[in-house]
């Protein structure tokens, strides 16, 4: 499934791509797509693959294509403090993303039946806190994954104000799907080729719209015990935060709060990178010239390919002028804390232990 938009070179070039195509139509969810490169979820020697619209399968490992995920972030309708769980969450991708818009009082959890998955979806999740230079542009919500069938979850689990289901759920188990959702929640899923969203509008009342057609794999069906029943699976707990925690959390938004105050009073603007152009495609006109008894085609560059060939020139030229220009981007919010008056021990805990 996939293939609605061009490939991209890169994330940016992924995204853009997605936007000109209206599959990412809020900032929010553009600010979520960017901040989380979808390369670093693909196995080694895979990564070319990253930035097609085009879903990706290596063993129990599977990503949907990027026009997938658009949809379901957009119809979801995603708002910071809500609870969220993704029903087969895979490699942590999608959570991944959820969780920077859902910020440090959300609940943010995921169920995935394969046990190889789920540790390499907390491998990649260490790896977006240690490492990746969006960590600290956003407050998050870090995901909890649990292993299990999402057909087996305990009767007795709490309800979320927002559901996603990664596999194609048949008829029958519609009505589980919905009692997991809260009285005004959402919940996104495939049924019977559609990928649907389905709002809760009361105890017993429910609203449901056909975003667009998709492909899913179906549910795994649960396996039974030797008593002949499936056994439950726990959902994480709806854990609340301790004082250390919230100390961080706060103590990270003053600053953060504080560069940006200090950046607008200096009128520095806090702009992206500037983007590559992209390339447009020369066309040749042909013409037709004896040889002999032979008619054979002869390429004819036009005045308008020159221009083109021309233009293009000059913004390879001022691309790589304005990328010079661009200072090597500096973590404030690490600066920062790092020049706090505290112990090295404190300082580690406020970075979240991250070395850059």
């Known amino acids: 499934m996939g293939g609605a938009v061009s490939a991209g070179e890169d994330n940016d070039d992924l995204i853009d791509n997605l936007k000109e195509a209206q599959y990412i139509r809020t900032e929010r969810v553009e600010q979520a797509f960017r901040a989380i490169d979808r390369g670093d979820y693909y196995l080694e020697g895979y990564r070319d693959n990253a930035y097609k619209d085009l879903a990706w399968k290596h063993g129990n490992i599977h990503l949907s294509a990027p026009c997938i995920y658009s949809e379901v972030m957009e119809a979801l309708k995603l708002q910071p403090g809500l609870s969220f769980l993704n029903l087969g969450s895979g490699t942590g991708y999608l959570s991944t993303m959820v969780g920077l818009i859902l910020g440090p009082f959300g609940i943010n959890h995921g169920i995935e039946l394969h046990s190889d998955v789920v540790e390499y979806a907390k491998e990649k999740l260490e790896s977006f806190i240690k490492n990746s230079d969006s960590f600290d542009k956003f407050e998050f919500c870090e995901p909890a994954f649990v292993v299990g069938n999402c057909l087996q979850i305990a009767s007795d689990s709490h309800q979320y104000d927002r559901i996603y289901c990664g596999a194609g759920v048949q008829k029958d188990h519609e009505n589980y799907m919905k009692i997991l959702l809260k009285v005004g929640g959402i919940l996104v899923m495939p049924i019977e080729d559609q990928l649907t969203q389905i709002m809760r509008t009361g105890q017993n009342t429910w609203e449901s719209k056909n975003i667009l057609a998709v492909s899913f794999a179906?549910?795994?069906?649960?396996?039974?015990?030797?008593?002949?029943?499936?056994?439950?699976?726990?959902?994480?707990?709806?854990?609340?935060?301790?004082?250390?925690?919230?100390?961080?959390?706060?103590?990270?938004?003053?600053?953060?709060?504080?560069?940006?105050?200090?950046?607008?009073?200096?009128?520095?603007?806090?702009?992206?990178?500037?983007?590559?152009?992209?390339?447009?495609?020369?066309?040749?006109?042909?013409?037709?010239?004896?040889?002999?008894?032979?008619?054979?085609?002869?390429?004819?560059?036009?005045?308008?390919?020159?221009?083109?060939?021309?233009?293009?020139?000059?913004?390879?030229?001022?691309?790589?002028?304005?990328?010079?220009?661009?200072?090597?981007?500096?973590?404030?919010?690490?600066?920062?804390?790092?020049?706090?008056?505290?112990?090295?021990?404190?300082?580690?805990?406020?970075?979240?232990?991250?070395?850059?």
């Open 218 to 356: 179906p549910l795994v069906q649960p396996s039974k015990n030797d008593n002949g029943t499936p056994d439950s699976v726990g959902l994480p707990p709806c854990a609340v935060r301790n004082l250390q925690d919230l100390a961080r959390i706060y103590i990270r938004r003053t600053l953060r709060n504080f560069i940006n105050d200090e950046m607008q009073a200096k009128g520095i603007p806090q702009r992206a990178p500037p983007k590559r152009k992209r390339k447009r495609v020369k066309q040749r006109i042909n013409t037709y010239v004896f040889v002999g008894n032979q008619l054979i085609p002869q390429p004819l560059d036009s005045e308008e390919d020159e221009k083109m060939e021309e233009d293009s020139k000059e913004e390879e030229k001022d691309h790589s002028e304005a990328m010079k220009q661009e200072e090597p981007p500096q973590n404030l919010l690490r600066e920062k804390i790092m020049k706090l008056p505290l112990p090295e021990s404190l300082k580690a805990y406020l970075t979240y232990f991250r070395d850059k």
